[in-house]
């Protein structure tokens, strides 16, 4: 089925290690973005992609990283996490040519 | 840039009656203004949008209109059902580079039995 999919869903991690947030989606989108928002708030966009081998930052300043290698893939990096990135991370896409925009499920990470 | 203002932040109603969330936005080359429905614990899902080129726009309960003029637009939603409790959040897409949508903060809708 067509769709986003997000992994892990739920992750509890110590301060100081490395992780990536998996994001694929199957649509054959171009346009793909990370959103950052604790439960119930605002979405904040913190990077996007054009396509392949394009990324952006978006208006939340964040300490991640992200790649876009393969068209359905747009995983994101934290080298170094920290309490303050405990919160709810949202993928999204769409396909240039058409306006709407699809969000997965979401990964809930947690900081300690 | 764009910036999406969105009231109110709490809205309790009772089940049938009406419901409307408002929203303005500041970039005139706006073009595209859809609305999601996000529940507790759950992924925004996409309940309806409409372009600038259109007023007006209505599926079974739920309807959205837009004042361009105004630089505002509207989400009404009647008979409603506790089942329409949830966050709900505006959106429009400018003339930015990369046309990404700029979200209002959120309306939390609470629909009493």
């Known amino acids: 089925e067509a769709d986003i999919y997000q992994t892990p869903r739920y992750l509890v991690i110590g301060t100081g290690k490395k992780i990536t947030l998996e994001c694929s989606q199957t649509m054959g989108h171009d346009k793909m973005y990370w959103y950052q928002q604790d439960p119930g708030m605002e979405l904040h966009l913190i990077h996007y992609?054009?396509?392949?081998?394009?990324?952006e930052k978006g208006d939340l300043s964040s300490e991640s990283t992200v790649s876009r290698i393969r068209t359905e893939h747009f995983p994101l990096t934290l080298e170094s996490a920290r309490p303050s990135h405990t919160s709810q991370y949202l993928c999204?896409?769409?396909?240039?040519?058409?306006?709407?925009?699809?969000f997965g499920p979401g990964t809930r990470l947690t900081v300690t | 840039g764009e910036n999406v203002e969105q009231h109110p932040s709490t809205l309790s109603v009772q089940e049938g009656d009406s419901a409307v969330i408002k929203c303005t936005y500041s970039d005139s080359a706006s073009n595209y203004f859809p609305w999601y429905k996000q529940e507790l614990g759950k992924r925004p899902q996409l309940i309806i949008d409409i372009r600038s080129n259109v007023g007006e726009k209505k599926d079974q309960r739920i309807a959205v209109t837009l004042n361009k003029t105004a630089k505002h637009f509207s989400l009404h939603i009647t008979e409603t059902q506790p089942e329409d409790s949830a966050v709900y959040f505006c959106a429009a897409r400018g003339a930015n580079a990369g046309n990404m949508l700029t979200f209002g903060g959120g309306t939390r809708l609470m629909v009493k039995p």
């Open positions: 992609s054009y396509g392949v081998n394009s990324t």
């Open positions: 999204a896409s769409r396909r240039d040519s058409l306006y709407e925009q699809y």
